[in-house]
Each structure stands twice: as structure tokens, then as C-alpha cells.
């Protein structure tokens, strides 16, 4: 845990620091750094993940209860970020997808290993898989497509869905592709990548909340507020109502679902020009909270 809390801390503040030092330099850095992700590091990560992923293993109503759980809250965001906060399209299309991106996989699972033991990492993993990824890479993107190509012909809708989403065509690529296209080499290399790329976004983070004075900017309570309740607060409570009624779920899965707001959100607003400066505040809210919360908790368990 002090690891992981030290490793977002620096890339942080790495990125305050280049924005400070470079200026609209380190901005263009950003929009590259994300580029790559987007078109090259995630499509690798998802192809060779899901093309050896056990798609049945701990799974069962607690993933189906967890996508219950996210629905609702995407459709509470939508609610108060149209209804309430009245907020343009690019702003509540960033509003539902942050509150419904977990973080999940490099904050989730040492998380749940510290707190809950490692025993409990195989179920971690599995919600990340078959949760987490799908959010992102079939719901986030859809969002961000219907909320920003409104009044455009289904057909150039669907096209832009479809082509500004290559993690989505690597899953298709997975799911056809003989086990001989994934080596364990290169699945082992994927998984690495999945923790490489993580401080990238946390750096990205850094520019953007210096560039943007997200700190002292009154306009961003009110949306980030609203996220950062959703995302660790209202989401996890749903799931663990729906688990009381339905039926019993793994506590890996409850703890997952208090993950605060992915680092993936600020790939989807790349790539639809969404409202990064929500999704930049709201993901480091979010993940300073549930740091200060994992601490205290490794501390007192």
C-alpha cells in the first residue's frame, strides 16, 4: 500500500512540475502520451488479456448485480448532471463515465489484497475483467458517442463508436483469435504494461490539474462533488443493497466497487474532446479519498 501510494503521489506531482517548468509543452506532451494509449498500449493490453482470460472463473450474480449497480448510477448521473447541474453535453457525458469507471485493476487489486488478503486477489482480478474492462471499453465509449454525435445519421454514429474505440476491436480480435496468437510471453508482457501505464496516467493528472488551476476553479465543485459521491459512495452502497437482497457476493467484489474514478476516463475524454478537467479533478478527489481510506484501514485491520 505505501507503495502504491507513493507511486501516484510522484506521478502527480511529476506532472505539476512539467506543466509549471513547460508550459503548453507538457500539454502536447499529454495529448501524445494519451494518443498511445489509446491507439497502441490499451489494444495490446485488452487483445492478449482477453484472448487468455478465464471469462467464467468467481464470476455468477455478483457480476450481474454489479452491472445492476453501475446502471443505476450511470443513469443518477445523467439524471443529476442534465437535470440538476444543467451541464453541456461534452461535461455530462464526462460525468456519467467517471462515475461509473472504477479503478480497479492497478489501485483495486493491491487494495483488496492488503485489506481483505491474497486469497481474495483471484476475485479482485475477476471483477476487473469482467466488470471494469467492458464498462470502459463498451459502455464508456458508447456514452461519450451518443452524447456528442447527436443529430448525425445512425450509420455515421455507429462508424465513429466503433472507430474511435480500438480497445473494442482488439476484444472482437481476442475473442476469435487461437489461443497460438496469444504466447505467454506477450500475455505476460500485457499485464506488465497494465501497471506501466498507470503512473503515465497519473502524470497526465499532474499537467492537467496544474494547466487547468483545477484546484481553484469554483465551476468544477459542483460536477466533481457529484462524481466523487457516486463513484465511492453510492455505487459500492447499491451493490451491497442489491447483494443483501439478492444474494450473497464476494467481498472482493464490494470493495471493488469503492474504487474511485479510472485512469482510463481521461483516454475516452482524449478521444471524444470530452471535459478533462472534470475528469482530471474528479480522478484525483476520488483516488486521494480512497488512499486516505485504504491506509487507515491496512492501519486499523
Do not use: K
Amino acid at each position: 500500500m505505501p507503495a502504491l501510494a507513493l507511486a501516484i503521489v510522484v506521478a502527480v506531482a511529476v506532472g505539476v512540475w512539467a506543466q509549471r517548468r513547460y508550459g503548453d509543452g507538457a500539454l502536447a506532451l499529454t495529448r501524445r502520451l494519451l494518443d498511445a494509449m489509446l491507439y497502441v498500449a490499451l489494444p495490446f493490453i485488452t487483445f492478449f488479456v482477453v484472448a487468455r482470460a478465464d471469462l467464467t472463473a468467481g464470476a455468477g450474480v455478483g457480476i450481474l448485480l454489479a452491472y445492476l449497480a453501475l446502471a443505476a448510477t450511470g443513469l443518477l448521473a445523467w439524471a443529476l448532471a442534465t437535470r440538476l447541474l444543467r451541464l453541456a453535453p461534452r461535461a455530462a457525458a464526462m460525468v456519467v463515465i467517471a462515475a461509473i469507471m472504477a479503478n480497479t485493476g492497478y489501485f483495486g487489486a493491491p487494495v483488496v489484497a492488503t485489506l481483505l488478503g491474497h486469497d481474495q486477489l483471484g476475485a479482485a482480478v475477476t471483477f476487473d475483467a469482467l466488470v471494469s474492462a467492458p464498462v470502459f471499453y463498451g459502455a464508456a465509449f458508447l456514452i461519450a458517442a451518443m452524447l456528442t454525435t447527436r443529430g448525425q445519421p445512425s450509420a455515421a454514429r455507429l462508424r465513429t463508436y466503433v472507430l474511435r474505440n480500438p480497445p473494442l476491436i482488439a476484444v472482437a480480435a481476442a475473442l476469435v483469435a487461437p489461443d497460438a496468437l496469444a504466447p505467454d510471453v506477450l500475455v505476460d508482457a500485457a499485464r506488465v504494461t497494465v501497471l506501466a501505464i498507470a503512473p503515465v496516467g497519473f502524470f497526465v493528472v499532474g499537467v492537467r490539474l496544474a494547466a487547468e488551476r483545477i484546484g481553484v476553479a469554483p465551476s468544477l465543485a459542483a460536477p466533481v462533488a457529484v462524481v466523487v459521491g457516486l463513484r465511492i459512495v453510492v455505487a459500492p452502497l447499491l451493490l451491497v443493497a442489491l447483494a443483501a437482497i439478492v444474494a450473497d457476493v464476494p467481498d472482493a467484489y464490494l470493495l471493488q466497487a469503492a474504487m474511485p474514478v479510472g485512469v482510463n476516463t481521461l483516454v475516452v475524454a482524449h478521444a471524444y474532446d470530452l471535459d478533462a478537467a472534470i475528469a482530471a479533478a474528479a480522478l484525483a478527489c476520488s483516488t486521494a479519498l480512497a488512499l486516505v481510506a485504504a491506509v487507515a484501514a491496512a492501519i486499523l485491520t
